[in-house]
């Protein structure tokens, strides 16, 4: 059976920001530890060094270019991720869209240096076209549920269910997430129900008073 | 067997404005009357109207934008094109990418109008990311030969065949073109001959003093 | 004294695309006319040549890049517009926003090709710094207003009086308009006396059923 | 007498990155302290943290988003790099630039947290549009001379002085920086002469191999 991925996006939330960002990595290993599911943090680049050396959980960048090392001020690199100990990095997070050619570049800059890339996507068709760009990971976030406090557990699922559908057709390895409406363990167990690896999910754990109560509630059912 | 589609981009030169448009487009709807081979153009916006008004050759924009009606300044609507008498546009030319989601958003619209679209791409990877979103064409553009002087004819034609074989895999009704590298009749027929319906070419046309007997070359050997 | 300028943005509304376009540029060249003001009309660019040609009010683009003539498919030229009969352009609009060397870039090729330059701007700083690119009119936009159904005539005039302000230390000889928050004649007289030329607005004249009233209306108090 | 600035931006070097950052960093430090110079270093956000907690010299990053805490992934807010341990940030630069309405917001979270901001500007009018933004520093990177290998020592520098000129009309505290052509201790005095209170530079030290050594000589004229 496939390790369940839960992905933490710290966003730019002052809440996940510094020692905020160290007190829900600490919550994070404690759970992944207790579960046994895969629970990585993706903090904003400054905290990425200081949490990679202080966690063995997999820290991953919020984005990437794909772009070789050089002349590219204000841009972030696979390998300056590398170096700092990422495992991986988003692309094309629902707030920061890139190019279609600059999404499968970034693709490219993950696999050459061994990190693992996770393109989010916003509908069923882009998912497809995400799919056949190889990634590791596609982190479907229909914008219907981003944000909208509808949890992908009450709502209509047919939007993960079709995007599925549409990327095993193009592509039978790529894993993927569910990434948008989670917030509870039924959340997580349907998302698995549909046929996805695991969540990408932000503010429900960020936000919360107590990230490792919610930490432990979504893996509760798995 | 299929009509070859033979699409002049005009871009942005002098050479492809106002009056000189007009010479183009007098010039293909000879050719293609002579050859059978379905010859469109690609206009500025600005040109676009006059040109559907005067000639029967299929007209295209250069670039299209994936919003609805509505407050959207300095954007390009489906609808407006379909209006000024557009058969469709061209999406993410290499001068003009969009996001991913652009790109999805574009394709649907003109499909909502009844409109062509025609999804530019760089490489392998991006021509089925590109043929999966299902749009009406996929050119493919491979960066060595942009603007190279080198000939699809003369070139490895490695990259377009690659393409071809990884637009199928993904999506088998899709047509497709041959983007770049175009200079000469014999072009055209590798293109024809790799599996692509046709080609997508600029300043070889463009720039030409006469475009009527570069046109008469490129569908020579069809 | 100075002539009142009215700039009428049609967006990428369906009520100011292709007939709908006519009949509010034949409102607008009546009200003109008949009020001496400069009324001009900003429509989508495929709609800018059959106006530039039916009507005597100027007609301006939405948007122009400050590229030269060239390889730039997808883009807008300044000579394009010139032209298709184009007087000027809008530049940074809110809704189509511009990096500061695009813009400046826009400005100069207007320059050179002999059109207004009309740069948006959206608070008091940028409206100076947008001053200190010498355009032919720098229109400031206040987000608060914008599309607020707030107008300037009931709500605190203060960004307008201090974007003027600072945009008379930068450049004493740029022309000025209030963008936003402009319903009626009220707006317009207040927009005059906080020592702005005039007014740019949109929907207010483009979805009213009676173009022409609505323009009376904005006029009556000069 | 005002301080003299030297800026080394690492853009994404392999010879700028990680222990190379460290190197670099340490060079300018001894080189600031023998000087009296105010030497600092813009390293890619990862070594940004570390380098600012090993080394007393001030750290820049090479760009910041004018963007509150909050959901917006894949962005650098203010916040973080202050609480990283950043000075300022650069703002705009050649490789990553913003609209002006970005830059605005750029600049004032850098004044909210207490961070020097340095807008970089491509030539006479945007250096003037920047200033009015009021910005800490200005920085001049003339296309001409970027990458050119053409020293701004030899160069005809009117770009520099008139930019010079066309700030201090329009704002009289904000410090500039002479950003291109900057090659040795000959180049540092001529940028001092023509009004300016520093350089920003980038290759000719982080490509050096011995980067004290090109630092003691930039200063030499001092």
Redesign the interface.
């Known amino acids: 059976m496939r390790q369940v991925v839960i992905l933490i996006?710290l966003?730019?939330?002052?809440e996940g920001?510094?020692q905020n960002a160290h007190r829900i990595a600490r919550a994070a290993e404690e759970v992944a530890s207790e579960s046994g599911a895969l629970i990585g943090i993706?903090p904003?680049?400054?905290?990425?060094?200081?949490l990679a050396r202080h966690f063995e959980i997999p820290v991953y960048a919020?984005?990437v270019d794909g772009?070789p090392?050089?002349?590219?001020?204000?841009?972030?690199?696979a390998?300056?991720?590398k170096?700092?100990g990422?495992k991986g990095s988003?692309i094309?997070?629902?707030?920061?869209?890139?190019?279609?050619?600059?999404?499968?570049a970034s693709?490219?800059v993950c696999e050459q240096n061994g990190l693992t890339s996770v393109v989010c996507?916003?509908?069923v068709?882009?998912s497809?076209?995400?799919?056949?760009?190889?990634p590791s990971f596609v982190a479907i976030e229909p914008p219907e549920l981003i944000?909208s406090g509808i949890s992908v557990a009450k709502a209509d699922p047919g939007i993960i269910r079709n995007s599925v559908e549409?990327i095993r057709?193009?592509n039978t390895g790529v894993k993927i997430l569910t990434g948008a409406g989670i917030q509870s363990g039924d959340c997580v167990r349907i998302a698995i129900e549909l046929g996805t690896d695991g969540v990408l999910l932000?503010?429900s754990v960020v936000k919360a008073d107590d990230p490792g109560a919610v930490l432990r509630d979504l893996v509760s059912q798995l």
């Open positions: 996006n966003k730019t939330y002052r920001l510094g993706c904003q680049l400054v905290d990425l060094h200081p919020q984005h772009v090392p050089g002349a590219a001020t204000g841009h972030v690199t390998d300056a991720l170096l700092a990422a988003l094309n997070h629902s707030e920061r869209r890139l190019t279609l050619a600059e999404i499968e693709v490219r996507t916003n509908n068709m882009t497809a076209g995400a799919a056949a760009l190889s944000g549409a057709k193009v932000a503010s």
